[in-house]
Structure formats: structure tokens, C-alpha cells
T-cell receptor
Framework: KQEVTQIPAALSVPEGENLVLNCSFTDSAIYNLQWFRQDPGKGLTSLLLIQSSQREQTSGRLNASLDKSSGRSTLYIAASQPGDSATYLCAPGANNLFFGTGTRLTVIP | SAVISQKPSRDICQRGTSLTIQCQVDSQVTMMFWYRQQPGQSLTLIATANQGSEATYESGFVIDKFPISRPNLTFSTLTVSNMSPEDSSIYLC????????????FGPGTRLLVL
């Protein structure tokens, strides 16, 4: 069964800093990997989807990389803002999505 | 993209009762998914619901406890039966994009507290 680990579990940074969130997974037989954002009391918002054949995807200030063979993905957030404060979830996907426990990010104004 | 709504958004229930959660999508979708997120935990898939067939349950989840209906391509319900405090969780439904294995879209979730 796929196991997903996200490090760090929590992160607090001052506004404007660049930061990296890490995700590792045990089964490399995946079709894609998604990064989601979860805000308190709300559902999940998909941020980026990387197909298994891709190495990275970019959307605005977000850049996600995927090293399928080593079972790792990173989410890079540039010039962080208070509005980025949320829990970020990594989800490698095969027939189903398997979620990590997330990184709770707080960006301090 | 798909817009998903869930009802109720939250509820407080007594032990031993059942609650049915509704999930409505603004477009026709083949597969719908139900997840559970227990306090402090990540999301765990409960079952996959296809229209016109029985839901497929993941290990650790059974139909008697979590019966699912999928009467058409835009709607599904999940019932949490004979509830106990351990069922206190957020329950989320999701759908795939138009292309298989594309981005999944999630509803806002139903926050359930069982006393």
C-alpha cells in the first residue's frame, strides 16, 4: 500500500520568504502526483498536477517537481504571502489518490 | 473543472444514529469518490461510486457501515450508520476531471461530530 510522508509537518515563515515543502512516497508505480491546498473548514483545492512522465510543473509562484524513481516530490513557493497560509497535501495517484498528512504552513505578515 | 456541493456542511449527531451526506456535481461524471479525514489525519478513501453499479469499498470500510447510493451521473449519497464518536470526521466527496486520471475536484466537506 502506498505510504506518503510530508516534511515538515508544520512550517512558519515571514512574508516574502521562498520555501520548499517535501513529499516522499513508497510506491513509484504512479500515473501522476497532485499537490492540494486545504483551508480550515473548506475542501481541497488542486494546485498542480504532474504527470508521471513529467519532471515539473509551474503555476504562478508555485513550482512542483517530481522524481518518480526516487519517490520524491517538492513544492516550491516563491515570495510567500499571508494568503498562502494553509495545509498543503501531496497525493500520488495510481487508480486512487493516496494522501500525505500534510504540511501546515503559516506565513507571518 | 467541476463545482461540487455537499449537504449538510456540518452536523452534530448522537451515538447510534445515522446520517446521510449528499454530494451534488454541476456536470455529469463517471466516477465519484468518498473520503474520510479524521482529526489530525490525512484523507483516506472510503469507496468509489460508479453510476449503475455497486460501490467499491477500500480495505477497512464496509457497505453496512457506509452505504452509498449513486442514482445518476451528478449525485451521490454516503450514509454513516450506527455512529460512534470514532466516526467524527470530515467527509469529502470528489470527482475526476473529464479526462481519466486528471485532476480530482473536491467538495467542501461535511464536518461530523458524534457525541
Amino acid at each position: 500500500k502506498q505510504e506518503v510522508t510530508q516534511i515538515p509537518a508544520a512550517l512558519s515563515v515571514p512574508e516574502g520568504e521562498n520555501l520548499v515543502l517535501n513529499c516522499s512516497f513508497t510506491d513509484s508505480a504512479i500515473y501522476n502526483l497532485q499537490w492540494f491546498r486545504q483551508d480550515p473548514g473548506k475542501g481541497l483545492t488542486s494546485l498542480l498536477l504532474i504527470q508521471s512522465s513529467q519532471r515539473e510543473q509551474t503555476s504562478g509562484r508555485l513550482n512542483a517537481s517530481l522524481d518518480k524513481s526516487s519517490g520524491r516530490s517538492t513544492l516550491y513557493i516563491a515570495a510567500s504571502q499571508p494568503g498562502d497560509s494553509a495545509t498543503y497535501l501531496c497525493a500520488p495517484g495510481a487508480n486512487n489518490l493516496f494522501f500525505g498528512t500534510g504540511t501546515r504552513l503559516t506565513v507571518i505578515p | 473543472s467541476a463545482v461540487i456541493s455537499q449537504k449538510p456542511s456540518r452536523d452534530i449527531c448522537q451515538r447510534g444514529t445515522s446520517l446521510t451526506i449528499q454530494c451534488q456535481v454541476d456536470s455529469q461524471v463517471t466516477m465519484m469518490f468518498w473520503y474520510r479525514q479524521q482529526p489530525g489525519q490525512s484523507l483516506t478513501l472510503i469507496a468509489t461510486a460508479n453510476q449503475g453499479s455497486e460501490a467499491t469499498y477500500e480495505s477497512g470500510f464496509v457497505i453496512d457501515k457506509f452505504p452509498i447510493s449513486r442514482p445518476n451521473l451528478t449525485f451521490s449519497t454516503l450514509t454513516v450508520s450506527n455512529m460512534s464518536p470514532e466516526d467524527s470526521s470530515i467527509y469529502l466527496c470528489s470527482v475526476e476531471g473529464e479526462v481519466r486520471l486528471e485532476t480530482q475536484y473536491f467538495g467542501p466537506g461535511t464536518r461530523l461530530l458524534v457525541l
